[in-house]
């Protein structure tokens, strides 16, 4: 028996991304063609890019606390975001939210720990890498980190926000990401977080 997942959506490519790999996982622990059951829930990526150009954490958890009701209401027994950004505000967030969440960096910072990764790479948007989410969880288990230097993040930044939430891949941008992990791991990370939204 699974739970009831509630997805809380930002970006339209982080939540088809996250719906599409719990249905293709699924079936490793529940057989064919198996998946546990899905709710999802997003406003606008709009609304959360104002907030977010504002510095607006209460605005950015009041949304995902408006969509957490939603979920709760529709049955979900837990909740998981899939995009990095937002979870800057799971402090304001959490002591309201009716639902328990999965914390998207301590799950990475765990799987980090178990692979036996020393110093990770940051990747993300220039709110994420610019934030205290990956650091944090990090820094807990002892995880060293490394974010990009300031043109890499621009770059970085612009890449996600005008293309990957988009759904556009080019050679370009991933020309960019290989330059930038691969000097990332010339200086000294074994492992990089690829942060996304």
Same mark, same amino acid.
């Given at each position: 028996?699974? %739970?009831? *997942? ?28 198996? +998946?546990?059951? *899905?709710?999802?829930?997003?406003? /606008? ?9 504002? %510095?607006?954490?209460? %605005?950015?958890?009041?949304? $995902? ?24 505000? $799971?402090?304001?967030?959490?002591? +309201?939210?009716?639902? /328990?969440?999965? +914390? ?54 612009? *890449? ?6 988009? %759904? ?12 930038? *992990? ?14 996304? /939204?």
């Amino acid at each position: 028996m699974t %739970g009831h *997942i509630g997805i809380v959506a930002c970006s339209a490519e982080g939540a088809a991304l996250c719906y599409r790999t719990i249905c293709a996982e699924g079936q490793d622990l529940l057989g064919p063609h198996a +998946h546990p059951e *899905i709710s999802l829930h997003g406003h /606008s990526l709009a609304r959360y890019v104002a907030c977010l150009d504002r %510095g607006d954490w209460p %605005g950015v958890a009041g949304l $995902m606390l408006a969509s957490a009701a939603k979920l709760a209401d529709s049955g979900a027994d837990f909740l998981i975001c899939p995009d990095n950004t937002i979870h800057q505000a $799971m402090p304001l967030l959490l002591p +309201h939210s009716p639902l /328990s969440w999965l +914390h998207i960096a301590e799950v990475v910072a765990g799987e980090a720990a178990r692979r036996g990764h020393r110093r990770l790479g940051l990747t993300g948007t220039r709110w994420l890498v610019d934030g205290e989410v990956y650091p944090e969880k990090l820094a807990a288990l002892d995880i060293a980190w490394q974010r990009p230097d300031p043109a890499e993040r621009d770059e970085i930044d612009r *890449i996600i926000m005008q293309e990957l939430v988009y %759904g556009i891949t080019t050679p370009g941008a991933v020309a960019a990401f290989r330059r930038i *992990i691969g000097r990332m791991q010339r200086t000294g990370c074994d492992a990089v977080v690829l942060g996304g /939204s």
